[in-house]
């Protein structure tokens, strides 16, 4: 069974290998191609080709049809007709050059004939550099060497080395590259001093190189095995007593160590000789993580370091903090006798910190006195509180981790912007890129020596926004007029800036606003109202959002024009401020339509138009128009009002124009001069006084007023166009009507002066008294006796006589001009026209009494009116004629 399988394998690679040199004849079955010298040849040596066809492998028996072309690589090179071509190529490029010989018939299509490989490359370089090393005391040893330039051909290096006792050892490397070699023995410690002698040979077609001899001992090549097992031991948990510790081969001598922070980039190195596996390590940082790394060396001055170690990282315990916060703060008045003071601190430094910060300890206290203490514990880097505005305080500010606490940070509260000779002056602040942001400024002028640091502050403006958020500060000592803001600067963004002058209980500041990059705002100003003031509107407008300002806006523009014109809108431009956001404009033109927008401006451009609005000036009277005239006319006035003449014209004008219900104040005739000085009883004509005053009930009567005027023509005319209704005291209202003819009386002149007695007076000529009717008179009964009063005594309580009535019926006969000529009628020039009978009445209310009986302003003519009986009390009231 066993010599069947071998012999069906034998025959399989029998046919095998004919298979492939039958592909190799059919290759070349048509003909060959022949290279010479060799086909292995150095650079810038010339080669011979030659293409030869064989017997019977021709196109036609006639040679004119059998062309032979020769290509290098695809590029045709050559080409001949008949049977052989022959040709000589240089200027091979390193590396192999295929060329193909193929036969054409006088058709399109080629034959391939043959083909051939040159390989062209040159002679290797002598091997440099080479070393040798043992790795570990139990490593075999490997070779290493620089082969030089790149041959192009196959060459082989063979390693061999030499020792004591004709010990010999060699070993020839198969790979194409070979630049190393491991020989597989080690070599022992017995003869450390022992030689031993390394070479390695280069050879390849072109010839062959062999490297220097290298001699070296046992412990020049042996290199130790990496420290293992690394670990640390921190004595009584502090940080000031550390040892590494690790494990090593036994014959290692010497020892380097290497640490670092795992945050850094840089190494500390320590050498340690006779370490025997430990080192103690004085200068780590508390609570801080390290990376620990050792190698080894077998002696002083000989052999080679090992690798370092696997990389050992762990955090060194904790200490109390040292260092002091960076306490900053702000003052707000909260209202009229409290302030809210916030304090902000930055965090302390890893290396400071010195562990894990569990709280901050903050004390606020007051200085004069110390009566008031507050004490309070935060995990937060920020503190607010309200205190007294009153007196002078203090805080202090700590950090504590679970060793202890640091040294507290005092702080004296005080107004940062309260001392003005300590501001600095002319503060600006320039982009420096992306995000940085310069700030420079001038020393105050004359406190300048008190200053013992600045601080500079920054943050973001947030309009309207009731959360604080917390500033950004830096300190800068008191000679440098410079700061650059770096930390937490973003482009486009517009940043309030202050700069704080510090002194031992003062401070100054001076403020502007910077950005670090900008352009034109991408909307601009919503006007949100528009308000009319004396003359000028004032324009508010609402801030555009943060986000859209595109940097710090140095100005507004509004811009007006009146409505459907073409014209340029004219414009305002208004410095930034923050506040407040409007501005007055008084160059508007009244009852004018004018539309108005606005646009805001940063340093990179304008932003577009915001809302539109519409808006039309009222107006009022320019009043500086009228002050001169007024002036003169008054001038004039008083002028000739100041003579009596025109005075008198103007009053009798007046009082043609008045209205009839306008009348001056009627004195009551029992009090008048008149009455006292012409008795009033007339037998003939008049009722005794006794009989009226039996008949009339008698209230208590004020004293007489004297009566001086004397009327000499009455001839009223009187006429009843209709009934009108009287109150009643006591019953309402209740109708009495007066005779249903109208009386008409004649003028008469009264009779002379010296007829006028005590007895025999013609007072009908002055007043006309009607008595009121008898209480069972009755509308259909016109000759009910009327009561005749005295002319000495008018009553207050039962009638009146209206000062607007033209007509009034009357019983008398008509009193004729002794001369038969009727007297001319009194005239009125009123525009108000004459009101029938009626009582009346005040604009208060209140009816009128005998003691507020008017004469006639325009003349000295009596009007004897017929009145209505009524039973109303109401007290006297002065008139309204205003002349």
């Known amino acids: 069974m066993a010599y069947t399988v071998r012999g069906c394998l034998l025959a399989l690679i029998f046919i095998i290998m004919l298979l492939l040199v ?25 080669v011979n080709i030659s293409c030869s066809l064989k017997p019977k492998q021709v196109c036609s028996p006639y040679s004119r049809f059998n062309t032979l072309i020769l290509y290098q690589f695809h590029r045709r090179i050559r080409f001949q007709r008949g049977d052989s071509l022959s040709s000589q190529v240089t200027d091979l490029p390193l590396g192999t050059t295929l060329f193909v010989c193929k036969l054409a018939c006088g058709s399109s299509d080629e034959i391939q004939i043959c083909g051939a490989e040159i390989s062209v490359g040159v002679v290797p370089e002598q091997p440099q550099n080479l070393s040798c090393i043992q790795k570990g005391e139990r490593g075999t040893v490997a070779c290493t060497w620089d082969r030089g330039r790149d041959t192009h051909l196959y060459t082989a290096y063979t390693l061999q080395l030499n020792g004591p006792k004709n010990l010999a050892w060699q070993k020839q490397c ?34 062959s190189a062999s490297s220097l001899p290298s001699t070296f001992t046992w412990l020049d090549i042996v290199r130790p095995l990496p420290p293992w097992d690394i670990r640390i031991k921190f004595v009584n948990a502090s940080v000031s007593r550390c040892t590494l510790q690790w494990r090593d081969e036994g014959l290692v001598l010497l020892n380097r160590l290497r640490y670092r922070p795992s945050n850094s980039k840089s190494w500390n190195t320590v050498n340690a000789t006779n370490a025997r596996g430990r080192h103690d390590l004085l200068d780590l940082k508390p609570f801080t993580e390290y990376e620990f790394q ?65 709280h901050y300890r903050v004390t606020l206290q007051e200085v004069e006195g110390a009566t008031a203490t507050l004490q309070n514990i935060t995990e937060h880097t920020s503190w607010t509180w309200v205190i007294p505005r009153t007196g002078n305080w203090a805080v202090a500010v700590s950090a504590a981790n679970s060793k202890g606490s640091s040294l507290p940070t005092h702080v004296n509260i005080s107004d940062l912007c309260g001392a003005g000779l300590l501001a600095p002056r002319r503060v600006s602040a320039n982009s420096e890129g992306t995000d940085n942001i310069m700030v420079t400024w001038e020393p105050p002028s004359q406190a300048a020596p008190a200053v013992q640091e600045y601080v500079v502050e920054w943050g973001e403006r947030h309009p309207g926004r009731s959360v604080q958020t917390p500033p950004n500060w830096l300190r800068s000592p008191p000679s440098n007029m410079s700061a650059l803001i770096a930390e937490n600067i973003k482009p486009y963004t517009c940043y309030e800036i202050q700069v704080h002058a510090l002194s ?8 502007t606003r910077g950005n670090s990059k ?15 003031e004396k003359g000028s509107i004032l324009i508010s407008w609402d801030e555009i959002p943060a986000q859209e300002q ?32 409007s501005h007055p404009i008084d160059s508007l033109r009244p009852r004018v339509t004018y539309i108005l927008w606005m646009t805001a401006l940063t340093a990179a451009g304008e932003s577009p138009r915001g809302n539109e609005r519409e808006f039309c000036l009222q107006g009022k009277a320019n009043w500086s128009a009228f002050v001169a005239p007024s002036i003169c006319i008054a001038v004039i006035m008083v002028g000739i009002f100041s003579m009596r003449y025109f005075r008198q014209k103007v009053f009798v004008l007046l009082a043609a124009l008045r209205p009839q219900w306008c009348s001056r104040e009627i004195p009551d005739p029992a009090n008048s001069t008149w009455a006292k000085k012409y008795p009033l009883v007339e037998e003939k004509t008049l009722l005794p006084l006794d009989r009226l005053l039996t008949d009339w009930p008698t209230p ?22 209709h009934r009108p209704k009287w109150p009643d005291k006591g019953q309402g209202v209740q109708g009495h009507y007066t005779s249903g003819e109208d009386a008409a009386y004649s003028a008469s002149s009264p009779p002379p002066a010296r007829a006028l007695t005590a007895e025999t007076g013609q007072l009908a000529n002055l007043y006309k008294v009607l008595g009121s009717r008898s209480p069972d008179a009755k509308p259909g009964n016109p000759a009910s006796p009327l009561t005749v009063l005295p002319v000495d005594y008018l009553p207050t309580h039962e009638g009146y006589l209206p000062s607007n009535m033209d007509y009034l019926p009357s019983h008398e006969a008509p009193v004729t001009h002794p001369l038969g000529e009727p007297e001319p009628q009194h005239i009125s020039l009123s525009v108000f026209p004459s009101s029938s009978l009626h009582p009346l009445t005040f604009s208060c209310g209140e009816k009128l009494t005998l003691d507020q009986l008017k004469m006639g302003c325009g003349s000295l003519m009596l009007r004897v009116e017929k009145l209505e009986a009524w039973n109303v009390d109401v007290p006297p009231a002065s008139t309204a004629c205003p002349i």
């Open 174 to 207: 198969n790979d194409h590259y070979c630049d190393h070699l491991d020989l597989g023995i080690n070599l022992t410690p017995e003869s450390p001093e022992s030689s031993y002698t390394a070479e390695v040979t280069a050879v390849n077609s072109l010839g």
């Open 504 to 511: 031992a209980d003062q401070r100054g500041c001076g403020s």
């Open 294 to 358: 050792i190698s080894s060396k077998l002696h002083l001055y000989k052999g080679s370091w090992s690798d370092w170690s696997e990389p050992l990282r762990t955090q060194t315990p904790e200490e109390e903090p040292t260092g002091m916060l960076d306490v900053w703060y702000t003052k707000q008045h909260f209202d009229y006798n409290r302030q809210q003071i916030s304090l902000f601190w930055k965090n302390l430094s890893v290396s400071e910190a010195r562990g894990k910060i569990l």
């Open 700 to 721: 208590e009567e004020p004293e007489p007023l004297v009566i001086n005027e004397v009327l000499h023509q009455a001839t009223p005319v009187f006429r009843h166009p």
């Open 22 to 46: 039958k592909a190799k004849i059919d290759v070349c079955k048509r003909g060959d191609v022949t290279v010479k010298p060799s086909h292995v040849i150095s650079l810038g040596s010339a």
């Open 518 to 532: 900008h352009k034109a705002p991408l909307s601009g100003p919503h006007i949100n109202a528009i308000a009319e």
């Open 550 to 581: 595109m940097g710090c806006i140095l100005h507004y523009r509004i811009y007006w024009k009146e409505r459907d014109s073409d014209s340029q809108p004219r414009l305002c431009e208004i410095p930034y401020r923050v506040s407040p956001n």
